[in-house]
């Protein structure tokens, strides 16, 4: 069949764009699509800030991807001439037999990660922002920081277009198929389009194009919220690093102020699954806010405790919170990146690398064997 072009990319947000910079940069063309605009809010990308972690709590497997990350967004940086990510360092804290501690800690000894381990009273007089406790353990990770996101998708995007990617811009994909030696894709304004190779990278999103993965790829709704500094002179990047505080049922992960008068903190302990992602609620309720507030009062009393902003986004989940990434079994020429599990963005340059790998090269040097889409995904009929 005739191609209108060699990989469709089906959602242009986080992982979507970074692999569409990374294929056309490579030469091949590509035809995106996305159902809003670029950089756009609604998306897993919205908030102005992700964190960028290196001494991972999710497992030190991780680890050569994150290195691999943080070079892909130095070279994101220099080919767009925009500053994405900024590493001033993060504090990880929580009890010292805690799993997170034990996974950071493992992270560092067996990738020898640049790192301090803080004795409480030397904590007390560097960081006055938190509270510490007895027992905890004091983390100090030096390759950490924060990424701009909305910029991210942004420079991505417009690089893929630079080197010749197309991408439609509020084009909602309704209906994909695999036939003779291609894939199918229809739009929501009706027209077919043909590619050698297709990318879903569609997020929270992903079980309305595909129901059959409802079970595997769950969109959970999860709130940032935004705090005002008693005094801001604690809570500039170069005083505040980002932070990942856990104490019993308290999960506050962090970034300093942005724009100067405010702090995002937010309660990232199981976020709620929802049924329809197209209906997400972006209202947030009082009720809601009640933990969080909770916490920021324990644990940063240099914050004042009600937010003066919140926001509801979403993620897409696995049910062991590792993403699918790869070949389809079974679906020809047809590849996943979705299911991020409310920590991929930091990793999305070395994603797109990847993507790119997997569909031109038929292979990658990098190790992804936990995120192998066959341990969970079947041939959608
Ligand atoms: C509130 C919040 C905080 C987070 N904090 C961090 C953090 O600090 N550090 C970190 O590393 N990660 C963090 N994450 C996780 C990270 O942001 C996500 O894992 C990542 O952005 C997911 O990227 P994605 O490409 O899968 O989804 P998205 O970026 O949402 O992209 C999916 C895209 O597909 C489009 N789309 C969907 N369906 C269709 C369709 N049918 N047709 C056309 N387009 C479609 C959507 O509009 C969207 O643009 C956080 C996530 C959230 C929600």
Redesign the pocket.
């Known amino acids: 069949m005739e191609m209108d072009a060699e990989v469709g990319i ?7 764009s970074m692999a569409a910079w990374q294929l056309a940069k490579r030469g091949v063309s590509v035809l995106g ?4 605009g670029l950089g ?1 809010d ?4 919205g ?1 102005e800030s ?3 972690r290196t001494a991972y709590m999710e497992g030190s497997e991780y680890v050569p991807l994150l290195q691999n990350a943080k070079e892909l967004w130095r070279g994101l940086e220099k080919e767009s001439g925009n500053s994405l990510l900024t590493l001033n360092g993060g504090l990880m804290i929580a009890e010292e037999d805690s799993p997170v501690i034990r996974n950071i800690l493992k992270s560092i000894s067996d990738f020898n990660l640049s790192h301090e381990i803080l004795k409480e009273d030397k904590a007390r007089t560097r960081y006055p922002q938190f509270t510490f406790y007895d027992n905890d353990l004091i983390i100090f990770d030096k390759e950490a920081g924060f990424i701009r ?1 909305e910029l991210a998708v942004v420079s991505a995007s417009l690089l893929a277009k630079k080197y010749g990617a197309e991408i439609k811009r509020f ?4 209906h994909v198929s695999s036939e003779n030696g291609g894939v199918s894709i229809i739009t929501d304004d009706g027209k077919t389009y043909k590619v050698g190779k297709l990318l879903i ?5 992903t079980s ?2 595909i129901s059959e993965w409802k079970e595997k790829l769950i969109p959970r709704r ?1 709130l ?1 919220t935004w705090f005002a500094p008693k005094d801001p002179v604690h809570t500039k990047p170069d005083k505040f690093p980002i932070f990942a505080r856990m104490r019993g049922d308290f999960r506050l ?1 962090g970034a300093p102020t942005l724009e100067g008068t405010m702090v995002k903190a ?1 309660y990232t302990k199981d976020p709620l699954a929802i049924e329809d992602p197209e209906k997400l609620n972006r209202d947030v309720y009082p009720k809601e806010l009640e933990k969080i507030s909770e916490s920021v009062e324990a644990l940063l009393p240099v914050l004042f405790p009600d937010p003066v902003r919140a926001s509801a ?4 989940y696995t049910p062991d919170d590792h993403a699918l990434l790869g070949e389809l079994p079974n679906w020809d020429n047809v590849f996943v ?2 299911g ?9 340059p070395v994603i797109g690398k990847i993507i790119a790998e997997l569909m031109i090269d038929g292979k990658t040097e990098s190790n992804i064997n936990h995120l192998d889409p066959g341990r969970m995904l079947r041939k959608v009929e």
């Open positions: 089906i959602g242009v947000g986080t992982m979507g699509f996305e159902q809003y756009n609604r998306t897993a990308a908030g992700r964190l960028f996101p084009t909602k994909v309704e990278s569609t997020g929270a999103w309305k194009l999860l940032l992960t937010s986004y979403m993620d897409a990146a979705s991020f599990s409310g920590h991929g963005f930091k990793l999305s």
